[in-house]
């Protein structure tokens, strides 16, 4: 049985920082990209992060870019997400995918359905 189970969200302050967890087990991490979803209330799903587990290559959406950091660690099966300088406008749920690795370069446009398997997201709340 797959599993991705994201752990990390929580309360933080503008400007504060948080290292969101994505543990996979049942499947071969290196075969797979692992990205970041997140969606704010009322608005779509922004794919702002993806990591080739293959070749290391990672990606990362403007939004982000420069604040968030996307990491690995394959002898824990788990993906990371640094979030640093976070802004209020990075509340959300954010959720972590599976895709094959060679859908990596589309990440950015691919559709929910693509994705093979999804955690059950955590909340990143920041307020003052």
């Known amino acids: 049985q797959v599993q991705l189970v994201e752990s990390g969200g929580g309360l933080v302050q503008p400007g504060g920082s948080l290292r969101l967890s994505c543990a996979a087990s049942g499947i071969t991490l290196n075969y797979y990209a692992i990205g970041w979803v997140r969606q704010a209330p009322g608005k779509e799903r922004e794919k702002i992060s993806a990591i080739n587990n293959s070749d290391g290559r990672t990606y990362y959406a403007d939004s982000v870019k420069g604040r968030f950091t996307i990491s690995r660690d394959n002898t824990k099966a788990t993906v990371y997400l640094q979030m640093n300088s976070l802004k209020p406008e990075d509340t959300a749920v954010y959720f972590c995918?599976?895709?094959?690795?060679?859908?990596?370069?589309?990440?950015?446009?691919?559709?929910?359905?693509?994705?093979?398997?999804w955690g059950q997201g955590t909340q990143v709340t920041v307020s003052s």
């Open positions: 995918a599976a895709v094959g690795v060679e859908w990596y370069y589309h990440f950015p446009n691919l559709t929910d359905g693509r994705f093979d398997y």
